[in-house]
């Protein structure tokens, strides 16, 4: 019996999900896999020290035998064929039934960016999803209302996405070490519902986020074998969409695929993330590689249109589904007009991805399906997908993809305030167990926060003027629109409210990851050290 310790406080129902076989399972996978997964976490550093040195990064001479030879991934199970409209969201309740019900083909029950890792949220959302499989899902509000699956319609696929390789969850503890938190999230979910799930005509199907190399596809996949024989389920019943939201996975989309064809559904064009790596990577390389405000980069810049025409072309090659990404707008039930304008945001965005080939794409709120669908309708019609579409028109350079310097727009002081406005009140959000929040008609997630604190690193580290006010960007004057829009808060919360929260512990954790002189690779490294 593996030494394996729960660090974490009771949560309910936790024993039905923390079972000591299911522990046994998580506690041999991080003995497995927890090794391989610590040196490719470090290699990632090395690599990224080398483009440091170089200001490059460029397609692998190693692999090319397979990028120019010809094969495929698995055919795609039934309930996987149709994808033209997804949904993401936490694995919460209500958030979940909702999700389920909206009409959308996917689920996206996200563990990672949309989900603050709280001990409490981790359990829960386990919690959930089993019930979510079994369709017993139920949640009563503190109004008396009621929240129930359809029975009348198709339910949404389930796709989980656990936490990235990066992060580590404290409160499970193997032989003395804590454990991988994607293995946890992972292990756990299969344990209790690959079974349940393939005997109701699907499977055990994931989103995989964050990941740098194939390598690290390649960790996956033999993390899926070992799972699959482990439990007695066949091979090949795991089915995995990889999220592109890294630079240098954009440079291995190929033999990502290739490490995890047999379980491969198809890749995503996880946008802000992806523009956050472009930052992350290329932040001390010069000003070649500084964005305009990050409401202003749009998925037209060159360098973003490379990475999406590359993502299709690359997929229905290979007879994988391409994904569009979340557009960030938001409908406001109380205000049509501005419903109206992100409705059409919503619109245009979609559009651009159906007709470059994409498969189907991301909403962040029910009310948005509709939209979604009737594009991929107008493009798709009767067919479940444009896989037949192989983009035989595109061949992209690694120029191309690094082509930053050609992206229309310029650093502004209003660009400047909104990146301090929004990471202050998205970390105070995460801090308290939001990690998904509404905030100025968008949704931000982890994601949209690191761009806005990365910005701010880069601008400040590059002697960037802003274009509207002409002033340099300093931490002084960081700080200044910190205080100003801090005191914002607090007139408009109340001063009882305000300090109720955990704006000071926000702040103080934005100067750690904006205006620290070293980069911390992932914000919600030190931000894990904050909650319970």
Not at 290 to 303: Q, T, W
Not at 325 to 348: C, W, Y
Not at 452 to 470: E, H, M, T, Y
Request: net charge negative.
């Amino acid at each position: 019996m593996t030494d394996i310790r729960i660090n974490g406080a009771p949560v309910e129902r936790g024993d039905e999900i923390l079972t000591p076989a299911a522990l046994e399972f998580v506690a041999e996978l991080q003995r497995r896999f927890g090794g391989t997964r610590d040196a490719l976490v470090a290699a990632r550093a090395a690599r990224r020290s080398e483009v440091a040195r170089t200001g490059r990064l460029d397609f692998l001479d190693t692999t090319r035998d397979i990028r120019e030879s010809d094969w495929t991934v698995a055919t795609a199970p039934a309930d996987l064929t149709d994808r033209r409209v997804e949904i993401t969201g936490p694995a919460e309740a209500k958030m979940a039934i909702n999700a389920l019900n909206s009409g959308a083909r996917v689920w996206l029950a996200d563990l990672e960016d949309a989900s603050t890792p709280h001990w409490a949220n981790v359990v829960s959302a386990q919690v959930t999803l089993a019930d979510a499989v079994r369709e017993q899902l139920t949640y009563t509000a503190p109004d008396g209302t009621e929240y129930r699956l359809r029975e009348d319609t198709r339910l949404a696929t389930i796709v989980m996405r656990p936490r990235g390789w990066h992060l580590p969850e404290r409160h499970v503890v193997v032989d003395g070490r804590p454990a991988v938190a994607a293995l946890v999230d992972f292990g756990l979910y299969f344990f209790h519902n690959a079974r349940e799930l393939i005997e109701r005509g699907g499977g055990p199907y994931f989103y995989l986020p964050k990941m740098e190399s194939h390598l690290e596809a390649r960790l996956w996949n033999d993390v899926f074998n070992h799972a699959q024989d482990a439990l007695g389920i066949p091979r090949g019943s795991v089915r995995a969409t990889v999220l592109i939201e890294t630079i240098p996975a954009a440079f291995e989309m190929d033999e990502i695929l290739y490490e995890l064809r047999e379980h491969a559904s198809g890749l995503n064009a996880g946008r802000w993330d992806y523009l956050f790596s472009v930052i992350k990577y290329f932040r001390d390389v010069g000003p070649d590689f500084v964005l305009p405000d990050r409401n202003g980069v749009g998925m037209a810049s060159p360098f973003m249109r490379a990475y999406t025409d590359l993502l299709v072309r690359t997929c229905h090659r290979r007879g994988a589904f391409a994904m569009g990404g979340m557009s960030a707008f938001i409908p406001s039930r109380r205000d049509p007009e501005l419903t109206q304008v992100a409705l059409a945001k919503v619109r245009a965005d979609k559009e651009r991805e159906a007709h470059g080939g994409f498969d189907g794409s991301w909403v962040a709120h029910p009310d948005l399906v509709p939209v979604c669908r009737e594009v991929f309708d107008g493009v798709l019609g009767e067919r479940p997908n444009q896989l037949d579409r192989t983009r035989d028109d595109v061949s992209v350079t690694a120029e191309q993809l690094l082509d930053v310097a050609s992206t229309p727009g310029e650093p502004t002081a209003e660009g400047l305030r909104g990146n301090v406005a929004v990471a202050l009140r998205y970390l105070e959000a995460w801090l308290r167990g939001s990690g998904a929040v509404a905030i100025f008609n968008l949704m931000e997630d982890a994601a949209t926060a690191e761009i806005a604190r990365s910005q701010i690193w880069q601008w400040l580290r590059n002697d960037v003027k802003l274009a509207d006010s002409g002033e340099l960007v300093t931490a002084e004057l960081v700080r200044r629109i910190e205080d100003e829009e801090l005191e914002t808060l607090r007139e408009a919360l109340g001063a009882e409210q305000f300090e109720a929260g955990r704006f000071g512990d926000a702040r103080a954790l934005f100067e750690r990851v904006a205006l620290s002189d070293d980069f911390v690779d992932f914000l919600t490294l030190p931000a894990y050290d904050l909650i319970d």
